[in-house]
C-alpha cells in the first residue's frame, strides 16, 4: 500500500513539473499535445497525474519541452523507470571504509567520507583540529548528520566558522546546488523527497525558512536551465576559522570513491596556497568513524 501512496505522489509531482515546464515554454495543452501528436485528454491526465508515462513518451516530451538532461531524469525516476539506490552490505562498508580511513588520518588537512545521502561517515583527526571538540562530534553524528545540518543548522555553528556572514546565503545556495548536481538520477527517491519534513523537526524555525527557500531554488526548473560555473569546478575557497583564532584559507575538493560507484563521496579541503601546506600539522589523535560509535546496520535498515 505504501508503493502505491509513493508512486502516485511521485506522477503528482511530475505532473506539477510537466505543467510548469509547459507554461514556462509558453505553450498551451492542445499545442504540446499536437506537438507530441497525442491527445489532449493525455495531456491532462499526465499534468493531473492521473496516468503513468513510459520512458518514450518521456523522451519525446523532453524533446518537444526542451528539458534538460537532469530534468528528463527526474522524470524518469518519478515516473518510476529508474531504480533506487541500493547499498552495500554492511561489512562491505565497514571493512573498504576502514581502508580509506587509513590513508585519511594521515591528511593534514580536513576530510570526510560522506554517503549519497549526505550523510557523514567517517572525519579525519584534522577535521577535529578544525571544530575543536571530538566529543561534541560524536554526539551529532550518532543522531545522523548530514551536510544540510552543517550548512543549514546554526545551532550546530560550523558553517559559520567557514564562511563570512555576508557571503553565508551565496555559500549556502552554491552548495545546495553542488547536492542537486550530485543527485542528478536520485532526486525522485524517498530520501531526497523527504529532506523538507525531516529536516524541519532538527532545526529552528528560522534555519528551516532559509533551507526551505535555497532547496526550492535549487530544484527548481528555472535554476537547473541556469549554468553556473563556480558550481562545476568549485574554484572559491573557504576561510576556515580554527579555535585558536587563526583563519585559513583551504578549497574544497569532492570525488567519489570509485570502489562503490557514485555511492560514496571524499570531501578534501586543501591548502588554496600550496606552500601553506606545511603549516598544517594535526594535533588530534583520531577522527571519527561511524561505525564505531553508533549501529550503522540499524542506520542502513532507514535507507530501504
Known amino acids: 500500500m505504501l508503493n502505491l501512496v509513493v508512486e502516485q505522489e511521485n506522477l503528482e509531482i511530475l505532473g506539477e ?20 501528436e497525442s491527445s489532449l485528454t493525455s495531456i491532462r491526465d499526465w499534468e493531473n497525474g492521473e496516468r503513468k508515462l513510459q520512458p518514450a ?29 541500493r547499498m552495500p552490505s554492511k561489512h562491505q562498508i565497514v571493512d573498504s571504509l576502514e581502508a580509506y580511513y587509513t590513508d585519511l588520518a594521515k591528511l593534514p588537512f580536513p576530510a570526510q567520507i560522506i554517503d549519497h545521502n549526505f550523510t557523514y561517515w567517517c572525519v579525519n583527526p584534522a577535521t577535529i583540529d578544525f571544530l575543536g571538540s ?10 545522523k548528520l548530514t551536510i544540510l545540518d552543517v550548512i543549514f543548522n546554526s545551532q ?10 555576508q557571503q553565508r546565503i551565496s555559500r549556502q545556495q552554491q552548495l545546495a546546488r553542488r547536492m542537486v548536481g550530485r543527485s ?21 524555525a528560522e534555519d528551516f525558512d532559509q533551507f526551505l ?10 535554476q537547473n536551465e541556469r549554468p553556473h560555473f563556480e558550481d562545476d569546478i568549485m574554484l572559491r575557497y573557504f576561510e576556515f576559522e580554527y579555535p585558536d583564532g587563526s583563519t585559513r584559507k583551504l578549497q574544497m575538493r569532492t570525488d567519489h570513491l570509485r570502489h562503490f560507484g557514485d555511492i560514496f563521496e571524499i ?17 588530534a589523535q583520531e577522527g571519527v568513524k561511524l561505525w564505531e560509535i553508533t549501529d550503522v546496520g540499524k542506520l542502513l ?4
Open 57 to 85: 513518451t518521456i523522451r519525446r516530451l523532453a524533446n518537444a519541452l526542451e528539458l534538460s538532461y537532469p530534468e528528463e531524469l527526474y522524470w524518469l525516476g518519478l515516473a518510476g523507470h529508474l531504480p533506487k539506490t
Open 267 to 283: 570531501i578534501v579541503f586543501y591548502p588554496h596556497e600550496p606552500e601553506d601546506e606545511e603549516s598544517f600539522k594535526p594535533v
Open 184 to 204: 542528478i538520477h536520485r532526486r525522485h527517491e524517498r530520501f531526497y523527497q523527504d529532506y523538507p519534513a525531516w529536516l524541519k523537526q532538527r532545526m529552528s
Open 156 to 165: 550546530i555553528g560550523f558553517f559559520k566558522r567557514v564562511s563570512q556572514s
Open 134 to 143: 571530538r566529543e561534541l562530534l560524536v554526539n551529532i553524528m550518532k543522531h
Open 301 to 304: 535498515k532507514t535507507y530501504k
Open 17 to 36: 513539473r510537466l505543467r510548469e515546464v509547459r507554461t514556462l515554454r509558453n505553450m498551451t495543452p492542445l499545442r504540446l499535445a499536437a506537438e507530441m
Open 213 to 222: 527557500t535555497v532547496w526550492n531554488e535549487a530544484n527548481s526548473i528555472e
